[in-house]
């Protein structure tokens, strides 16, 4: 072997080295935007953050809407006869209690509440994702003489008790679904947040 040819196996290691260097310092600068891409954006980490609602003026009845993670959350305030009629829908209902987990566990109750005068649940039916119409009134001539109030679907029909409990016989597989949520006060809940803290 030559004295040039080792020459230039060093010089084609050095060169090679180099080349392994420099790209690899280019593939760090092209990969960090990129990386960076992954983190949620602050209109992102907004979007999902928890959200407050105040049930102070929520009248007997009423139904306040909020919006969390770009879905719509309904609170419902129940009215004495509405939570004395749940239990008596249970035998035309596809899952009465609660079986299927579509809530927290501290909500897996007949009432599907942490308390029994408000309901909180996503206002997204659990078939093709329309969202439902609020209908509290009773005995309504389109919906029967049995109809308790609820929520009705009119996209395809299906239909919920004051409970969020899907009917039998309707297009929606299961309940509607109940965010997590805590209350602060009496007043005050917070959608998005159980009531361990966690979101």
């Not at 209690?97 to 897996?108: G, L, T």
Request: aromatic residues 8%.
């Amino acid at each position: 072997m030559s004295s040039e040819e080792g020459v230039d196996l060093k010089k084609r290691r050095f060169l090679t080295a180099t080349t392994a260097v420099v790209g690899a310092v280019g593939a760090g600068f092209a990969a960090v935007p990129f990386i960076l891409n992954w983190n949620p954006s602050q209109r992102a980490k907004a979007a999902g953050a928890p959200e407050e609602a105040d049930i102070s003026g929520l009248e007997l009845g009423g139904l306040l809407r909020v919006k969390w993670r770009g879905k719509v959350c309904w609170v419902v305030h129940r009215t004495e006869q509405n939570i004395k009629d749940l239990p008596t829908l249970d035998d035309q209902l596809a899952d009465p209690k609660s079986e299927v987990p579509h809530q927290p566990p501290y909500c897996k109750n007949e009432l599907r509440s942490i308390k029994p005068e408000y309901l909180v649940a996503i206002g997204i039916c659990t078939h093709l994702g329309c969202s439902p119409t609020y209908r509290p009134d009773v005995a309504p001539a389109d919906l029967g003489d049995d109809w308790k109030g609820g929520f009705f679907c009119p996209c395809h029909g299906s239909r919920f008790d004051l409970a969020g409990r899907v009917f039998k016989g309707v297009p929606a597989p299961t309940n509607l679904h109940i965010p997590p949520h805590k209350y602060l006060s009496d007043s005050l809940i917070v959608i998005g947040v159980d009531q361990e803290g966690t979101a």
